[in-house]
C-alpha cells in the first residue's frame, strides 16, 4: 500500500512541474514582418541583374531590447507578389519574434546579392502582436 502511495505522488509531483512549466512560457506577444515586391519591382531588378537567390538577414536596431543576427530565408529575386503576402506565408520570407512585454523593436534588415552586396537595406519598427509588411521598391 506504501508503494502506491509514493507512486501517486510522484506522478502528483511530476504533473505540477509541467503546469508549473506551462505557467512560465512565453506570453505570446509575437511580432512579425513580411518582405515582398511587386512585379514593376522585380522587372526593374532583372533589367539590371541576372536570376539570383538573395539572402534576407535581420539586426536587432539601436536601443533594441534584444540581439538579433540571424538570416531569415534565401530567394530567387524572380518571386514577386501582386498584392502583400501574409505574415507566415510558405512562399513568403517572414521574420518572426517573440517580444515577451515588449511592444515596439527597431531592426534593421540586410538583403543581399550573392557577391555580398546589398540589394535592399533599412530599419522598421517591429510591433508585438502584429504584421509588419515591408515592401520592397527598385531603384
Given at each position: 500500500?506504501?508503494?502506491?502511495?509514493?507512486?501517486?505522488?510522484?506522478?502528483?509531483?511530476?504533473?505540477?512541474?509541467?503546469?508549473?512549466q506551462?505557467c512560465?512560457?512565453?506570453?505570446?506577444?509575437?511580432?512579425?514582418a513580411?518582405?515582398?515586391?511587386?512585379?514593376a519591382?522585380?522587372?526593374?531588378?532583372?533589367?539590371?541583374?541576372?536570376?539570383?537567390?538573395l539572402?534576407?538577414?535581420?539586426?536587432?536596431?539601436?536601443?533594441?531590447?534584444?540581439f538579433?543576427?540571424t538570416?531569415?530565408?534565401?530567394?530567387s529575386?524572380?518571386?514577386?507578389?501582386?498584392?502583400?503576402?501574409?505574415?507566415?506565408?510558405?512562399?513568403?520570407?517572414?521574420?518572426?519574434?517573440?517580444?515577451?512585454?515588449?511592444?515596439?523593436e527597431?531592426?534593421?534588415?540586410?538583403?543581399t546579392?550573392?557577391?555580398?552586396?546589398?540589394?535592399?537595406?533599412?530599419?522598421?519598427?517591429?510591433?508585438?502582436?502584429?504584421?509588419?509588411?515591408?515592401?520592397?521598391?527598385?531603384?
Amino acid at each position: 500500500m506504501a508503494k502506491k502511495w509514493i507512486h501517486i505522488a510522484l506522478f502528483s509531483a511530476c504533473i505540477s512541474i509541467i503546469a508549473l512549466q506551462g505557467c512560465t512560457k512565453s506570453s505570446g506577444n509575437i511580432g512579425q514582418a513580411v518582405f515582398w515586391y511587386n512585379l514593376a519591382t522585380c522587372d526593374s531588378v532583372l533589367a539590371y541583374f541576372p536570376q539570383e537567390t538573395l539572402t534576407y538577414r535581420i539586426k536587432n536596431g539601436p536601443n533594441s531590447h534584444f540581439f538579433v543576427d540571424t538570416v531569415i530565408g534565401t530567394q530567387s529575386n524572380i518571386t514577386y507578389w501582386p498584392q502583400p503576402p501574409t505574415c507566415g506565408h510558405p512562399a513568403a520570407i517572414t521574420f518572426t519574434l517573440n517580444m515577451g512585454a515588449e511592444n515596439n523593436e527597431p531592426m534593421l534588415y540586410f538583403i543581399t546579392r550573392p557577391n555580398g552586396n546589398n540589394m535592399w537595406s533599412g530599419s522598421f519598427n517591429l510591433n508585438g502582436g502584429s504584421c509588419t509588411s515591408i515592401q520592397l521598391t527598385y531603384p
